[in-house]
């Protein structure tokens, strides 16, 4: 039997292994005091209550218990962790469409870690005041809400976002170009 602190140095993915093939609470409580804040945070972002993002956050490792073994281990477990998180927070404000704004809202410290990487993009999004900005991801959907926050806060790269997401490097790219055109769109037009 393995000690407390063998299994603690235990890497994520090998702990998933371990979970997957035990079902031991056990060993999920570890992955859970590992990640329980960075899934917080997450669904805090899209909730903007303390109390809904507790909720939240109890129903993704619910969730998560009962799909960890689809994990395949083509990226890093927090990867697919930060994926699971926001396809179920979309989810979520989806389907709370009356409170769909206020759901989607984001905090202006998520929009001051927006990069750029390409620099030959004529429209920057540090050059939007940032309360516009705030109000336009608040108005484009969940999916490109999402993928923009993936590569521009969370900073995964295109291999990443495409494992985690299940497309090709094509498609993410393309759905990124569309968010952010669609961002810029309602930034420019429907925000005064």
């Known amino acids: 039997m393995k000690t407390i ?3 603690n ?3 994520d993915e090998d702990l998933v292994d ?5 079902n031991n609470t056990l060993l999920f409580e570890i992955l859970y005091d590992r990640y329980a804040d960075v899934v917080y945070n997450k669904c805090f972002s899209f ?3 303390l109390d809904e ?3 939240l956050t109890q129903d993704v490792f619910l969730k998560l218990f009962v799909k960890l073994s689809s994990f395949k281990g083509k990226s890093k ?3 697919w962790l930060y994926a699971f998180t926001y396809n179920h927070c979309v989810n979520y404000v989806t389907r709370n469409s009356a409170k769909k704004i206020e759901k989607q809202s984001v905090q202006i410290e998520d929009i001051k870690n927006l990069s750029l990487t390409d620099q030959k993009e004529e429209f920057s999004f540090l050059a939007m005041r940032v309360d516009k900005l705030k109000l336009a991801l608040e108005l484009i959907s969940p999916e490109e ?3 923009l926050l993936l590569k521009y ?3 995964l790269s295109i291999k990443e976002i495409e494992s985690v997401l299940g497309i090709g490097e094509s498609a993410v790219k393309m759905r990124i170009k569309r968010a952010k055109d669609k961002l810029k769109t309602v930034y420019n037009d429907n925000i005064e």
């Open 53 to 55: 993002a507790k909720d």
């Open 145 to 147: 809400k999402m993928i």
């Open 9 to 11: 140095k235990l890497s």
């Open 77 to 79: 477990f927090s990867t």
């Open 18 to 22: 371990a979970i997957v093939k035990t």
């Open 47 to 49: 909730s903007k209550h």
């Open 5 to 7: 602190d063998n299994i």
């Open 153 to 155: 806060q969370d900073l």
